[in-house]
């Protein structure tokens, strides 16, 4: 049984701190995605990364994918209110089969 | 677009009550997917389908069955409902690409089995 395991479960930080949030397993992933979750609604896809190393860039969030392609990390610049939520990583060895990690839930404090 | 909606949005079942669950997308999606979520469990992949008429299990498939008529609709059934069902129903839909799904969420439906 392939597992994504995040870190930490919860954060809560005081605005304008940075902070990184991990996803890791023992599996090899062809693509991995990061989403957010507000209360009551359901997950908004943020990113996708594919390639072992790579590095995307959104706005203030920055994502990498281990080089195994076994691993990911998210890290938010300068976070913000709005930037609090659930934080979900999902992969798959395949193309649809997409398992979902436990989430990173961040408070982020004005 | 609507994008994925589902109804309904809340529900409260009886112990051996049978339900669907309604799910559909007006985006041409060929991919679609049921995931259900719990308290410190993320997401779990319950049945999954990649076009009209083909699904397949996921994760945590006992209880519920899924068809797929048409391209844009996706309903979860449960068959007799127990508490431990009790959780948060996500529909997502894809588009079918090459290598990677890139999913959208419906809003969700709430449903307490007592």
């Known amino acids: 049984t392939q597992l994504l395991e995040q870190s930490p479960q919860f954060l809560s930080i005081q605005e304008g701190e940075n902070l990184t949030v991990y996803c890791n397993s023992s599996?090899?992933?062809?693509?991995l995605q990061w989403y957010r979750q507000e209360p009551g609604e359901g997950p908004v896809l943020l990113v996708t990364?594919?390639?072992?190393?790579e590095v995307k860039k959104l706005k203030r969030l920055t994502f990498q994918f281990g080089d195994a392609r076994k691993d990911s990390s998210l890290h938010i610049t300068a976070a913000q209110p709005g930037d609090t939520g659930l934080y979900l990583c999902a992969a798959s060895s395949g193309t649809y089969k997409y398992i979902f990690g436990t989430g990173t839930r961040l408070k982020v404090l004005a | 677009n609507a994008g994925v909606t589902q109804t309904p949005k809340f529900q409260v079942l009886k112990t051996g009550q049978s339900m669907t669950l309604q799910c559909a997308q007006d985006?041409?999606?060929?991919?679609m997917s049921w995931y259900r979520q719990d308290p410190g469990m993320g997401l779990r992949l319950i049945h999954y389908s990649v076009g009209a008429g083909i699904t397949d299990q996921g994760e945590v498939p006992n209880g519920y069955n899924v068809s797929r008529s048409t391209t844009e609709d996706f309903p979860l059934r449960l068959l007799s409902a127990a508490p431990s069902q009790t959780s948060v129903y996500f529909c997502?839909?894809?588009?079918?690409?090459?290598?990677?799904?890139?999913?959208?969420f419906g809003p969700g439906t709430r449903l307490t089995v007592l």
């Open positions: 990364v594919v390639t072992g190393g």
């Open positions: 985006m041409n999606h060929e991919y």
């Open positions: 599996s090899v992933f062809s693509s």
């Open positions: 997502a839909s894809s588009p079918g690409l090459a290598g990677v799904s890139l999913w959208s």
